[in-house]
T-cell receptor, first 110, second 113 residues
Framework: AQRVTQPEKLLSVFKGAPVELKCNYS??????LFWYVQYSRQRLQLLLR?????SIKGFTADLNKGETSFHLKKPFAQEEDSAMYYC????????????WGLGTSLAVNP | DTEVTQTPKHLVMGMTNKKSLKCEQH?????MYWYKQKAKKPPELMFV???????INESVPSRFSPECPNSSLLNLHLHALQPEDSALYLC????????????FGSGTRLTVV
């Protein structure tokens, strides 16, 4: 199986503090990776994909092939950022079993 | 329309029942997926359809039977489920397999009694 790992199950920060959610991947080739977010009582939604190199809701993520990482960062956390965040590979259609990260629950305290 | 719609939102079924979950998207996506998500866990891939053809079955028990009647619809037929099958069942779609991220539905909360 080719997988991503999120080492932190829970991350708690204060409002206005920087936040970094870690994601490392273990598969070879040119990975395509995504961050998904699940707010309380809402559907899972795509937050970022590494190919687009965009910033959504102030979050950015850079693929670091040397460190095999795709960490999610935001310089100033807001209370509304509190949610579960998943780092995930796409399904590539070639029977490789691709496993999502276990998720990091981010709590932004006032 | 940029949404994936799933019905029903909640379902309670007995172990001898037969029921179906439905999923619909009108974004022109040609890949559709069923995922199972247990509480506080990431989604687990169950089935992948690409151009209305089943391309992967991730060792899912036969009591789950997917169907893709057309490019917009995806069904999951349920029969003789076990209590441990209780979970949130998510449908997702993407432009193609491996292209773009998923758009997820809000899920069907299934309880097997």
């Amino acid at each position: 199986a080719q997988r991503v790992t999120q080492p932190e199950k829970l991350l708690s920060v204060f409002k206005g503090a920087p936040v970094e959610l870690k994601c490392n991947y273990s598969y070879s080739g040119s990975p395509e990776l995504f961050w998904y977010v699940q707010y309380s009582r809402q559907r899972l939604q795509l937050l970022l994909r590494h190919i687009s190199r965009e910033s959504i809701k102030g979050f950015t993520a850079d693929l670091n092939k040397g460190e095999t990482s795709f960490h999610l960062k935001k310089p100033f956390a807001q209370e509304e950022d509190s949610a579960m965040y998943y780092c995930a590979p796409p399904y590539a259609g070639n029977n490789r079993k691709l496993i999502w990260g276990l998720g990091t629950s981010l709590a932004v305290n006032p | 329309d940029t949404e994936v719609t799933q019905t029903p939102k909640h379902l309670v079924m007995g172990m001898t029942n037969k029921k179906s979950l439905k999923c619909e998207q009108h974004m022109g996506h040609r890949a559709m997926y069923w995922y199972k998500q247990k509480a506080k866990k990431p989604p687990e891939l169950m089935f992948v359809y690409s151009y209305e053809k089943l391309s992967i079955n991730e060792s899912v028990p036969s009591r789950f039977s997917p169907e893709c009647p057309n490019s917009s619809l995806l069904n999951l037929h349920l029969h003789a489920l076990q209590p441990e099958d209780s979970a949130l069942y998510l449908c997702a779609s993407s432009q193609l397999t491996g292209v773009g991220g998923y758009t997820f539905g809000s899920g069907t909360r299934l309880t097997v009694v």
